[in-house]
T-cell receptor, first 113, second 111 residues
């Protein structure tokens, strides 16, 4: 399977602090995604990227920003963390838009106190 | 917009029991349908898929049939094992090539 690593795996932070989550893939996939997973909501798309420096918003983008300066790296930033952003965050990638299979990282558990 | 509805969990079964996890969808056209599985502490991985009506996806003893008439894609397995304990997600791919996810169903298999 595709090599997708997320860091950190766990993070505890305080309300109001900025947080950056990292996703690194070694498969040269063009498309990358950030999701959050919350009980009862399944996966909700935060932002996605369709190429270097090309990003777009998902359904729950407020309070989040992303950057993709290299094909292999996709960063998610919580500009000022809030308790409602406590969640498990997953990064995913796929080679192209018509490639339907997504490859997922192992997730980051973020707790905002 | 497109949506996916799954049965709520958790679903608790004994080993070797028959499994059904219901999934229905609302969509424009006939999207490809998927089941993903998430084992504890891991990311999601594709379990099976079907791309058109009456297609049957299968993998690891699991099956699901794309039913256009009932807009359903129920996941089934004839004899579950403890190792099948996981969260199962039904999903479709919409006309913008984005995945639309169900809420997930947690499956617990007791020995």
């Amino acid at each position: 399977d595709a090599g997708i690593t997320q860091s950190p795996r766990h993070k505890v932070t305080e309300t109001g602090t900025p947080v950056t989550l990292r996703c690194h893939q070694t498969e040269n996939h063009r498309y990358m995604y950030w999701y959050r997973q919350d009980p009862g909501h399944g996966l909700r798309l935060i932002h996605y990227s369709y190429g270097v420096k090309d990003t777009d918003k998902g359904e729950v983008s407020d309070g989040y920003s992303v950057s993709r300066s290299k094909t292999e790296d996709f960063l998610l930033t919580l500009e000022s963390a809030t308790s409602s952003q406590t969640s498990v965050y997953f990064c995913a990638s796929r080679p192209g838009q018509s490639n339907e299979k997504l490859f997922f990282g192992s997730g980051t558990q973020l707790s905002v106190l | 917009g497109d949506s996916v509805t799954q049965m709520e969990g958790p679903v608790t079964l004994s080993e070797e029991a028959f499994l059904t996890i219901n999934c229905t969808y609302t969509a424009t056209g006939y999207p490809s349908l998927f089941w993903y599985v998430q084992y504890p502490g891991e990311g999601l991985q594709l379990l099976l898929k079907a791309t058109k009506a009456d297609d049957k996806g299968s993998n690891k003893g699991f099956e699901a049939t794309y039913r256009k008439e009932t807009t359903s894609f129920h996941l089934e397995k004839g004899s579950v094992q403890v190792s099948d304990s996981a969260v199962y997600f039904c999903a479709l791919i919409d006309s913008n090539y984005q995945l639309i996810w169900g809420a997930g169903t947690k499956l617990i298999i007791k020995p």
